[in-house]
């Protein structure tokens, strides 16, 4: 096989990963996708190819693979017997890279102390990110590693948008509205570019919506705004995460239900959005097929809210050209689109009614002022993408990848 390159992204009990191959030294072909879940209770390794087959699945029992760095070595050993070698460089999804880091950056012991200090602005996030990138320092030094930030993308943003009305010095230890899904919004940026031109250079809205959800406001291909702010909290409604919330909630919460920082937190992250607003569940496809009137909130509550972002942004942006949808939901749901549409007619947006019910890329009718796209997003290639660039900028070479 010819030259890999390895996407990582390290999350709280599971590990999931893609395998490109450099093809020609300047395109790049997924060939692994895969898996370790279970880390602390019933591990498994399971991977597929390019063709969904599965290259393997196995379990082990908590003696033979225990802890985290138990199951990168197995994962080692899986890729050196299915590719026949190392990857010769692993990008990972970090997804606070603080006020700082505005790109991808090649991982030093220095970056991950700096790195380490955003612990607390991510605290069910960084951690994870950050231990396979130490495992492959210690086991593997020589192996190039590059960290791609979820917050870069939006490092660009307006002062308006990057602040809160809060005093300067909490502003400068870094409380800051950061957004976040930023590799998500950066390749459908580029994907825009081949989908549709006339309008990649113009005011779009992109609508990331899946298990966390967000919004980001595009002006000529860069991020002016985003709905999420210093964490992942903010913004959109989401599966068990409120979105926009008075902060006063929380000092009720302190003061008058006695809540302690830990059972807020989980509150926040996961008995709130669509779960908490329904009783029934965080997945929208249980929200769609149930008859029960709190599905039907939520879902309203959902579309509500993606519509009046959608009107933020657009007195953000001076105007909007074209509204996108990406993610799970995003994808999958015309419902979900419909509703959104319906709450959106004002701004000349009307969807085609086939092409929304087949997940087509143009889902606006013919005429309409405002178009509308359903595009997939993909950010481990944006991962892959950035690491190969590094890589070929080391090499001194300037090729970039060709865009399949
Ligand atoms: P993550 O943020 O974990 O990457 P995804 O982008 O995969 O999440 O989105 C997952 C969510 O997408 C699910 O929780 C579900 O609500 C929604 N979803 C997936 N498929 C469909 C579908 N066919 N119809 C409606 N919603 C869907």
């Not at 994962?75 to 990972?92: K, R």
């Not at 991808?104 to 069910?124: D, G, M, Q, S, Y």
């Not at 001076?318 to 015309?334: C, K, M, R, S, Y």
């Amino acid at each position: 096989m010819a030259e890999t390159i390895l996407v990582v992204n390290g999350g709280s009990s599971s590990i999931k990963f893609e395998l490109f191959e450099i093809d020609h030294g300047d395109a790049l072909k997924r060939v692994l996708r895969g898996q370790i879940e279970g880390i602390g209770t019933h591990p498994r390794l399971i991977v597929k190819d390019a063709n969904g087959a599965v290259a393997i699945d196995q379990t082990w029992s908590i003696d033979e693979v225990g802890e985290l760095h138990d199951a990168l070595d197995k994962l080692v050993i899986f890729l050196l017997d299915f590719v026949g070698e190392l990857p010769i460089a692993i990008g990972h999804r970090v997804v606070h890279g603080g006020p700082d880091f505005v790109e991808p950056t090649v991982v030093t012991p220095e970056l991950v102390k700096r790195l380490e200090h955003f612990i607390p602005l991510a605290p069910l996030h960084q951690p994870n990110n950050l231990e396979p990138i130490r495992f492959v320092m210690t086991r593997h030094p020589h192996l190039l590693q590059v960290a791609c930030f979820d917050t870069a993308f939006h490092r660009g943003h307006p002062e308006v948008a990057d602040r809160y009305a809060i005093p300067e010095n909490l502003y400068v230890e870094g409380v800051r509205r950061y957004g976040f899904h930023g590799l998500s919004y950066e390749y459908i940026a580029q994907r825009l570019r081949d989908v549709a031109p006339d309008i990649a250079d113009g005011r779009v809205v992109i609508a990331h919506l899946g298990n966390g959800a967000s919004m980001c406001a595009l002006s000529a291909g860069k991020s002016i705004d985003s709905s999420m702010g210093f964490t992942a909290l903010d913004g959109l409604p989401m599966g068990t995460r409120p979105g926009q919330l008075d902060p006063g909630i929380v000092l009720y919460l302190l003061s008058e239900k006695g809540m302690g920082g830990k059972e807020i937190e989980h509150l926040l992250y996961h008995d709130c959005g669509l779960k908490g607003l329904s009783g029934i569940s965080n997945d929208v496809r249980d929200l769609l097929t149930s008859t029960d009137p709190k599905a039907k909130l939520a879902l309203d509550y959902l579309a509500y809210h993606i519509a009046t972002v959608a009107g933020m942004f657009t007195a953000a942006l001076g105007g909007i050209d074209a509204l996108v949808f990406t993610a799970g939901i995003g994808e999958n749901a015309p419902a979900v689109r419909q509703a959104v549409a319906n709450r959106l007619s004002w701004f000349g947006l009307e969807l085609c009614e086939n092409a929304n019910a087949k997940n087509e890329i143009r889902i606006s009718r013919e005429g309409s002022r405002v178009s509308c796209f359903v595009i997939p997003t993909d950010e481990e290639l944006m991962i892959a993408r950035h690491t190969l660039r590094i890589l070929q900028r080391q090499a001194g070479g300037v090729i970039e990848e060709k865009q399949a």
